[in-house]
């Protein structure tokens, strides 16, 4: 159950919009203090970080856009055998004053969708501004971090945990 992304959140129009979004907000703060203890602390440091949403921090996710995105596959093992998936994503801040790195750990599935039909008007602004995003559990405690740009691209990642580094310029 997705809390504060664009379909569930909604659009504001009237006052009763922003009282749900509010709500909704609320709904998602109470969420991650629920599972405080089930999700690894750097994922639930990141989620729950005073920054995350502060549109005033130049570590906010708001905004930024994407310099680089690393797929690895650490091994180890005779034969380099014993394999694991690992994801960079390296952001530039919303201000421009520093990148934001984060780091997820034991990737058990992920999807990158950029919608083919906004390929065409939108040429140069690559994924678009990072609109929001949500960390959760999954039905199989794993961390997922779901992710929404301007441009229409959704990102979704499943994994052990994520690590969050801010690097300033």
Same mark, same amino acid.
């Given at each position: /159950? ?12 009237? $006052?009763? @919009? ?18 405080? @203890?089930? /999700?690894? /602390? ?13 549109? #005033?921090?130049?570590? *906010? ?35 421009h004053d520093g990148n934001i790195v984060l780091l997820y750990r034991e990737v058990c599935?992920? #999807? ?9 008007? #939108? ?9 929001? !995003? ?7 405690n794993n961390v997922i971090h779901e992710i929404e740009f301007s441009r229409g691209s $959704?990102?979704?990642?499943? *994994?052990? !945990? ?8």
């Open positions: /159950m997705a809390y504060i992304l664009g379909a569930d959140i909604g659009e504001i129009n009237t $006052r009763e @919009d922003v009282e749900r979004q509010k709500q909704k907000w609320q709904q998602y703060g109470e969420y991650l203090e629920s599972v405080r @203890d089930k /999700m690894p /602390m750097s994922a639930h440091e990141f989620a729950s970080a005073s920054w995350h949403y502060d549109t #005033t921090h130049s570590r *906010c996710l708001h905004d930024s856009w994407v310099n680089s995105l690393l797929v690895r596959e650490p091994s180890y093992g005779d034969r380099h055998e014993t394999r694991s998936i690992e994801i960079e994503l390296r952001l530039l801040g919303p201000y599935a992920y #999807t990158l969708e950029t919608p083919l039909e906004f390929a065409y008007p #939108t040429l140069g602004v690559g994924h678009g501004d990072w609109l929001c !995003d949500e960390v959760r559990l999954s039905q199989r $959704r990102w979704v990642i499943e *994994c052990k !945990d994520i690590e969050s580094n801010w690097e300033p310029l």
